[in-house]
């Protein structure tokens, strides 16, 4: 079956622009993840859905960045005001949730920020 | 922030070589998982262990896991050209499932 998907692979912007990424988890997958992998910061935990609980955001930088999950599955991650630290590939992951689950990672988007 | 540790940050060896990678963490865990990453894009899955586990196999990978001094090792038998990556420990702090990776070890495998 097919994988977790993301789009854009690269956007590039200019600083003070809002942006979005889009997330397509593995059908089924009750929970999905956002990360963020810079060179100064290695990968980060971003935000967190699972089902129909409130997500877990306590890995967002700043309040410049939001994320939703429409009807339990794709999601949209926004930053807006874009900074130029904010340049990162910006990874999504899903999984079937729960304990000791592995999480299925997309592709990424390449975020820059000039 | 990070929470795995790996070392070395930078592994090269010839084909058919074995690699050990290390992690250490800091805080109770329930699992512990290995993931690949090629070309700095999107992360492979390789191996998950459980905190009441100690050592696991799946194929050419081995991981060993040691609670008690907070640490991991990924050891590739009999290394290939393809599996020159990164490779990353994750930990889940104690049952959250958002993961927490370490920086990696970039491991290069020469022909």
């Known amino acids: 079956g097919a994988g977790v998907s993301q789009s854009p692979s690269n956007k590039v912007t200019e600083k003070g622009k809002d942006v979005e990424l889009r997330c397509d988890p593995i059908?089924?997958?009750?929970?999905l993840y956002w990360y963020r992998q810079s060179l100064g910061q290695g990968l980060e935990f971003l935000i967190y859905?699972?089902?129909?609980?409130?997500?877990?955001k306590s890995g967002l930088p700043s309040d410049r960045f939001s994320a939703e999950r429409t009807g339990g599955s794709v999601s949209t991650l926004t930053i807006q005001r874009t900074q130029q630290e904010d340049s990162a590939v910006y990874l999504c992951?899903?999984?079937?949730?729960?304990?000791?689950?592995?999480?299925?990672f997309g592709p990424g988007t390449r975020l820059t920020v000039t | 922030s990070q929470q795995g540790e790996e070392d070395p940050q930078a592994l090269s060896i010839q084909e058919g070589e074995n690699a050990t990678m290390n992690c250490s963490y800091k805080t109770s865990i329930n699992n512990l998982q290995w993931y690949r990453q090629n070309s700095g894009r999107g992360l492979v899955h390789l191996i998950l262990?459980?905190?009441?586990?100690r050592e696991k196999h799946s194929g050419r990978l081995r991981v060993t896991l040691d609670t008690s001094k907070k640490s991991s090792s990924l050891l590739i038998t009999a290394s290939r050209a393809a599996d020159t990556a990164s490779y990353f420990c994750?930990?889940?702090?104690?049952?959250?499932?958002?993961?927490?990776f370490g920086k990696g070890t970039k491991l290069t495998v020469n022909p």
């Open positions: 859905f699972q089902g129909n609980s409130a997500p877990d």
């Open positions: 059908s089924g997958h009750t929970a």
């Open positions: 994750a930990t889940d702090q104690g049952g959250s499932e958002k993961l927490v």
């Open positions: 262990i459980r905190s009441n586990e």
């Open positions: 992951a899903s999984s079937l949730g729960g304990k000791d689950r592995e999480q299925y």
